[in-house]
């Protein structure tokens, strides 16, 4: 140890640890902060004991540790905690100082810090970090946005520690201002979409087939042969884990309300302001919120007891591993319509290849796909939607059939597929030359004027449908 510090990091919750021995083991000497002294000291006492890793016990202390112009990422909660730390930070930073917030920012919380830290001369990166705690030790997806010269002083650093797939590290300079948390907001969006449809999958399985949870588990498996999907292995895993209080599978034993953080929901929120429809994710959300109505619950199960169920034929398996596929492509292809769409809106000039890329390793809705995404964005540039390119049209048109049987077996059985049947009802519609909308055009014209175009001629009309005039 000696000298000063190439980096440093303030949050030592156990992302913060990870990736502050992450970054030590690539070679750097990394100063650490933490609001509660006896972390840092634990810390240091235990996992970075003998590691070039040097604690401070103040801010003041912090910065004084650290190469100029000074590297600092913030591992803190999103929301008001990184203005507390950036306020912290403020007296005691230099001009050319970068600040990096490694959390899951709300992107207009990003915007702003932005923007209001480049007005004191402080450069700032808005970085999304995938992989939950074992990425962060092991290798991350990075997704780091905001100024590209602050990025290029941390590029190397970011390139050592990040996952690595087949084209090299999985971190990439993604735009201006919020660009990085944004993309990072709708990685989370398909996470919760992929999470709701393999939930969905494992609901459909133990309740049309009565799998038990370790068959379940070598059904996931075999599925991800070729997908190779984090989610997808994960839950073959836990599928396959005993309680080892009672000897009974603890999935069996996990209470059914699921939480949040609000990710998901920010992504489903911002896609309706954009007016990109992402009905997959949206119904994740939402079926997050409908658990959670466990009195509720309660209360309809009992007025309405689920119909009585006939048991599904074995080779319904692999009518929902196929339904499983399209409605997870469709999850993908609705979180890269709202990148497309952000990225004009915005400004951002996404790299939709590169961030294709990126999520290949190290992230959690890492999965083959995104080889395939990749390849579309880097040959056709921006197509309409990648269900239309050619790596994934003929799937659909071969396949869709299956994921029509999952749904219509779901709802004459009783058992919500939310997320599956929206699928279903997004290609659906968009498959449709013929859509209902003239009667809504009619309807909102009926009560309130509001005109409509023909068919037949050009132009803007109206119909007095009450002969109000003369009444
Ligand atoms: C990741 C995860 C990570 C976190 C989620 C959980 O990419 O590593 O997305 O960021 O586990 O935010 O989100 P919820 O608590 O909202 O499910």
Redesign the pocket.
């Known amino acids: 140890m000696g000298g000063k510090c190439d980096i440093g990091l303030i949050g030592l919750a156990v992302m913060g640890q990870n990736l502050a021995l992450n970054i030590e083991s690539a070679g750097y000497q990394v100063a650490v902060y933490n609001r509660t002294t006896t972390t840092t000291e634990e810390f240091i006492k235990k996992r970075a004991s003998n590691k070039n890793i040097n604690p401070a016990y103040s801010l003041e202390e912090f910065v004084s540790l650290l190469q100029v112009p000074r590297k600092i990422i913030l591992m803190v909660k999103a929301g008001a905690p990184v203005d507390y730390v950036i306020e912290g930070l403020l007296p005691y930073l230099e001009e050319g100082d970068i600040i990096i917030d490694g959390g ?1 920012s709300y992107y207009r919380d990003t915007e702003r810090r932005v923007r209001g830290l480049k007005e004191r001369g402080i450069r700032f990166l808005g970085t999304g ?4 705690e074992y ?1 962060a030790l092991h290798g991350p997806s990075i997704m780091p946005g905001g100024d590209e010269s602050a990025y290029r002083e941390v590029e190397e650093i970011f390139s050592k520690i990040a996952a690595r797939a087949e084209d090299g590290p999985c971190v990439s300079y993604l735009g201006e201002g919020s660009a990085g948390h944004y993309v ?1 907001m709708v ?2 969006g398909i ?2 979409g992929v999470m709701e449809l393999i939930a969905e999958s494992y609901d459909l399985m133990r309740k049309t087939l009565g799998l038990s949870p370790a068959e379940m588990g070598g059904i996931f498996r075999e599925w991800n042969e070729e997908q190779q999907s984090y989610l997808l292995e994960i839950t073959g895993e836990i599928m396959d884990r005993e309680d080892q209080e009672t000897g009974k599978p603890l999935i069996d034993l996990i209470s059914d309300v699921a ?6 929901k920010w992504t489903a929120q911002e896609a309706l302001d954009l007016g990109v429809p992402v009905p997959v994710i949206t119904a994740a959300v939402n079926a997050r919120y409908l658990s959670s109505y466990k009195e509720e619950r309660g209360e309809f199960s009992r007025l309405f007891p689920a119909p009585e169920r006939k048991t599904a034929d074995r080779d319904f398996l692999v009518a929902l591993e196929e339904a499983l596929y399209l409605a997870t492509v469709t999850a993908y292809a609705e979180g890269m319509d709202l990148l497309k769409r952000a990225s004009s809106e915005y400004g951002y000039n996404l790299p939709l290849a590169e961030v294709a890329r990126i999520w290949q390793d190290g ?2 809705i890492r999965s083959n796909l995104l080889k395939q995404i990749q390849r579309i964005y880097k040959e056709a540039g921006e197509t309409a939607s990648i269900i239309l390119s050619d790596e994934f049209s003929s799937d659909f048109a071969g396949k869709i059939e299956n994921l029509r049987r999952v749904v219509s077996l779901a709802a004459v059985e009783g058992i919500p597929v939310p997320a599956f049947s929206a699928a279903l009802a997004y290609f659906d519609s968009l498959s449709a030359r013929d859509l209902p909308a003239n009667l809504i055009q009619a309807q909102r014209d009926y009560f309130g004027a509001h005109t409509y175009q023909r068919k037949d001629k050009e132009g803007t009309f109206h119909t007095d449908w009450q002969d109000i005039k003369n009444v």
Do not use: F, L, P
């Not at 970090?129 to 939950?132: H, L, Q, R, W």
């Open positions: 899951n970090i995938s992989g939950g990425g990072k990685h989370n996470e919760y939480n949040q953080k609000g990710t998901g992230c959690i």
